[in-house]
């Protein structure tokens, strides 16, 4: 190197580190000027370096934390804190005059409800979210130095879990990827966890995102449909896109329905760098894995919840958390040796549409996370939260997969236009746990009021401070990786040009039950593209998965299959893609139990008692609202013939259902009211819960009056996953083993 060469590189080191103070990193000089290099004394910190204030920045003690300012007193005030005497009126002259415009409570509250709304997430818009803990295992203490992954370190995350296509208040059981955001807020910093609960991506290429997403969401000129893939310009981008192959096999599975945000695996998708004390590394992919195992709604549960029940997973996240039914998750690592090729059995590490099948790298559990709070408010914290891929901690470091490096640029960028300006960082749910003492200044929102007056480094009028730490003081180090010399093109590894090997895995992997629904999927999908081009083409790419789903989806759509144009890859199925098999726990599931009110209330309060005792919901199903009291024992009614769908229970017990209430069919001439007498003997509206409940594969118990019912809906005993019994509990016993294995996968017959 010239001499003028190592003076460049020198200054760039210096102004990198510091001087020396990275200690024993190589070729550290001592700086050209006297700088100073200890505290004269200790700065007080500075606003942002705290939790939410509690005093106004003049130094005068509110005596109320900052973040219940809001509503925090006992009198109505002005924002500015002036007692109101009244918000319903304006200020007008005379009681019929004209409104005065010195009326400043009017206009300071119109102007701020008119500025309430912030733009919703470009992608990812509607979503739900929990605090909780995290609890570090110490497994991974060999492979990373992050010590809130060492033995028994508690920190605390708040979690956000979406969908990826949906406006903001749309329904939450659309068929489409899931979100799952995790803030773990560590002692060094945040570490941001922004993964799916699909382990690969549409797209390899970062470039790709605004058009993949372009090509998801509403069509531009009517802006429909809403959150949906079924349409034209999904369908094309990813079939002239086939690295959007795997994902798309993934949405179309029962992958694309999760029951529940609590029975989702997520997946950190890309692979990261793991770096321990010694500076080794190791290659990883992190997974959640829910203690609840992974399940899924059905096709037809999941759009009449779509219209029923648009806040589903919401509703059943926060609910289960209120009650106490906690869910968990495990977090793993597969681990591959950090070699130049960063390839693992053939698969390239750096190409997010692929997953390392588990028989290969088994999963590792290094913790435990636990949701146990829901937000107290959807705005502050759900709405406000930011993630970023780029948020890491000592011991953590990205890879040179192309998607990740280029979401380490959107994330940040994002939120400027979505929260206003640089200091959402600030925002409390935002705010690190670990002290900040940044240079960054003033800008839109900026609440924090520094103090000092030499917002630079080096400097010598701050007591020198902030001074730059190092290793051993803490320092997040960026990986100091080898960059092998290489052209710029744009271009990618020939290994990014497999597109169908993964796809036919999963296909393989997955159940005959799985598969069918997989065909069912593509087949309503693809039946709700207008152009025949896009269909027959998509046919084209399915026969390169495999000639059987082609065949059948092109026969679902009255298309002739095409023939493969590649030579089908030789895989080996992976069993832990499959979702059926297993017997899981069955906490927070939720029993609905049917009655008339008059049958066997005993047994009604004896089966809701064993329901909760079994940590599941008990929703008792009556005609009518209220309490059924018979003897002074009262059972409480929490949803009526009207106001309940089979799509919100796990399974059903039938204690009994009545013949149908005259007054809720109003006046009917007398031919209908024979035709209703033949037809069913029992309300029609409990008899579409058993039927409906039944045909997705749930289980359907019943007792005493509740025997008559069931067969009055054509449910005899005998089908899979119908029990009959004399008590209540009984059949309880006998629903909850088959619920332990999520549906009645014995009531499916599938063709393939
Ligand atoms: Fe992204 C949000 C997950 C690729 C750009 N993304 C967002 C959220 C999740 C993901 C869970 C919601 C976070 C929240 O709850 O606030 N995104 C992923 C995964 C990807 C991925 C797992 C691939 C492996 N994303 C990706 C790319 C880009 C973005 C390639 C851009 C180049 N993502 C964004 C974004 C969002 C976002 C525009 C919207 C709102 C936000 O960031 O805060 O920046």
């Avoid at 060094?188 to 970062?206: M, R, T």
């Avoid at 080794?280 to 899924?296: I, N, R």
């Avoid at 929102?445 to 730059?468: E, I, K, M, R």
């Avoid at 929703?619 to 106001?643: N, S, Y």
Wanted: glycine share 10%.
């Amino acid at each position: 190197m010239s001499a003028a060469a190592e003076k460049v590189v020198e200054k760039v080191r210096d102004a990198v580190h510091g001087g020396n103070e990275i200690p024993g990193a190589p070729g550290t000089q001592a700086p050209p000027v006297d700088e100073p290099t200890d505290a004269r004394e200790p700065l007080p910190p500075k606003p942002d370096q705290r939790g939410p204030e509690t005093y106004s920045p003049t130094g005068q003690e509110t005596g109320i934390p900052q973040e219940k300012v809001a509503q925090g007193g006992e009198r109505l005030t002005t924002a500015q804190g002036a007692r109101l005497y009244d918000t319903d009126h304006s200020l007008k002259a005379g009681p019929r005059g004209p409104v005065l415009i010195q009326d400043h409570h009017l206009r300071e509250k119109i102007t701020h409800f008119d500025h309430e709304r912030i733009p919703e997430r470009v992608v990812h818009a509607r979503g739900a979210a929990a605090h909780g803990v995290f609890r570090g295992y110490g497994a991974a203490a060999g492979i990373t130095k992050a010590a809130f992954l060492a033995e028994g370190v508690e920190t605390p995350v708040f979690v956000r879990f979406s969908t990826v296509l949906g406006s903001r208040g749309s329904a939450d059981t659309v068929r489409d990827t899931r979100g799952v955001a995790t803030k773990f807020y560590t002692g060094e910093g945040v570490f941001d966890l922004v993964g799916n609960n699909i382990p690969v991506f549409f797209i390899q290429d970062a470039l790709k995102f605004p058009d993949v997403i372009h090509a998801g969401k509403p069509h531009p000129d009517r802006e429909i449909p809403q959150a949906q893939s079924a349409h034209d310009t999904f369908w094309d981008f990813v079939t002239l896109h086939t690295e959007a192959t795997h994902h798309t096999l993934w949405n179309m599975s029962d992958r694309g329905i999760p029951r529940s945000y609590r029975m989702m695996e997520g997946f950190g998708v890309h692979t990261f760098r793991l770096v321990n004390a010694e500076g080794a590394t190791t290659l990883v992919k992190f997974h959640w894995k829910p203690k609840l195992g992974v399940h899924s709604l059905v096709w037809e549960e999941a759009q009449i919840t779509a219209g029923v029940d648009p806040d589903f997973h919401r509703r059943d996240l926060a609910d289960a958390i209120e009650a106490g039914a906690f869910p968990q998750w495990e977090l793993g690592v597969q681990t591959f040796p950090d070699t130049e090729e960063q390839m693992f059995e053939g698969i390239d590490l750096l190409d997010p549409t692929k997953i390392v099948p588990e028989e290969l790298a088994p999963v590792r559990p290094i913790g435990l996370m636990t949701l146990n709070a829901n937000p107290s408010n959807y705005f502050a914290e759900t709405e406000q939260v930011a993630f970023h891929v780029g948020h890491l901690v000592p011991g953590i470091d990205v890879t040179d997969d192309p998607l990740l490096q280029g979401r380490l640029f959107s994330y940040l960028d994002t939120q400027i236009s979505r929260l206003g300006g640089p200091n959402f960082g600030q925002l409390p749910i935002n705010r690190t746990h670990a002290p900040v003492n940044d240079m960054l200044r003033d800008g839109m929102h900026q609440t924090a009021v520094h103090t000092g007056v030499a917002p630079y480094h080096p400097n010598s009028l701050d007591g020198g401070c902030p001074f730059l730490a190092g290793e051993e003081t803490g320092a997040y180090i960026e990986v100091p990786v080898e960059v092998p010399a290489a052209r710029k093109v744009r271009d990618a590894a020939a290994s990014f040009d497999d597109h169908f090997s993964q796809p036919r895995l999963f296909w393989l992997s997955m159940s005959p039950t799985e598969r069918e629904h997989i065909v069912a999927a593509y087949t309503f999908e693809l039946g709700k593209c207008w152009e025949t081009a896009i269909k027959e083409r998509a046919l084209k790419v399915l026969a390169n998965i495999d000639p059987d789903l082609c065949a059948h989806v092109a026969a679902g759509l009255g298309l002739p299959a095409p023939e493969a144009s590649l030579v089908p890859a030789v895989v080996e199925p992976s069993p832990a893609l499959s979702q059926l098999g297993g017997d899981w726990p069955v906490e927070g599931r939720t029993i609905g139990i049917v009655t008339s009110g008059a049958d066997d209330l005993d047994g009604v309060r004896e089966v809701r008692r064993a329901v909760l005792d079994a940590g599941m919901v008990p929703l008792v199903i009556a005609p009518a609202g209220g309490v059924l009291d018979q003897d002074g024992d009262p059972v409480t009614v929490q949803r009526t013939f009207t106001t309940a769908r089979s799509t919100e229970f796990d399974a059903i017990l039938v204690a009994g259902a009545p013949a149908p209430a005259e007054e809720a069919y109003g006046a009917r001439d007398a031919k209908a009211d024979d035709d209703m007498a033949v037809v069913t003997a029992i309300d029609p509206r409990p008899l579409l819960m058993v039927t409906e409940a039944y045909r997705h594969g749930k289980a359907i118990g019943a007792w005493g009056e509740g025997v008559g019912a069931l067969e009055a809906a054509g449910l005899p005993e005998g089908p899979a996953g119908v029990v009959f019994g004399t008590t209540a509990s009984a059949v309880l016993q006998a629903v909850t083993r088959l619920l332990g294995g999520h549906r009645v996968w014995g009531r499916f017959t599938p063709a393939l």
